[in-house]
Nanobody
Framework: QVQLVESGGGLVQPGGSLRLSCAVS????????MGWYRQAPGKQREMVAT???????NYADSVKGRFTISRDNAKNTAYLQMNSLEPEDTAVYYC??????????????WGQGTQVTVSS
C-alpha cells in the first residue's frame, strides 16, 4: 500500500518563504512523476509544479520564478520551495504522485493536503 505524507505548510507573511515536503512510502517499483497542486476556497484545483522521473519540470505561470520543485529519488520525496509568497498563494496544497506499484502497473495517489496561508 502506498502512502503519501505531506509536511511544511503554515502561516507566513507576504514575501516570506515555506518549504513543502511529500514523502512516498510503501511497496513500489518506481515513481514516474511527482507534483504539487493547490485549491483555494471557491476555486478549482490547479497544477502548481510537476517534475518527471527524467527531470522535466513544469510550473504554473503564476509561480514561475518564485517556486522551485525538486525531488530526492533516494528518499522518494518531493519538495516545493516557495519564495516571495503572495496572499494569492493561499490554498490547500496537495502532493500528487504517479507511481508504478509493480513494473507493469501504474497508479496515481494524492496526499492529504497541507494548508498554506499568506497573510499579514
Amino acid at each position: 500500500q502506498v502512502q503519501l505524507v505531506e509536511s511544511g505548510g503554515g502561516l507566513v507573511q507576504p514575501g516570506g518563504s515555506l518549504r513543502l515536503s511529500c514523502a512516498v512510502s510503501g511497496s513500489i517499483f518506481g515513481i514516474n512523476s511527482m507534483g504539487w497542486y493547490r485549491q483555494a476556497p471557491g476555486k478549482q484545483r490547479e497544477m502548481v509544479a510537476t517534475i518527471a522521473s527524467g527531470g522535466i519540470i513544469n510550473y504554473a505561470d503564476s509561480v514561475k520564478g518564485r517556486f522551485t520543485i525538486s525531488r530526492d529519488n533516494a528518499k522518494n520525496t518531493a519538495y516545493l520551495q516557495m519564495n516571495s509568497l503572495e496572499p494569492e498563494d493561499t490554498a490547500v496544497y496537495y502532493c500528487n504522485v504517479d507511481v508504478r506499484p509493480t513494473v507493469l502497473r501504474r497508479a496515481v495517489y494524492w496526499g492529504q493536503g497541507t494548508q498554506v496561508t499568506v497573510s499579514s
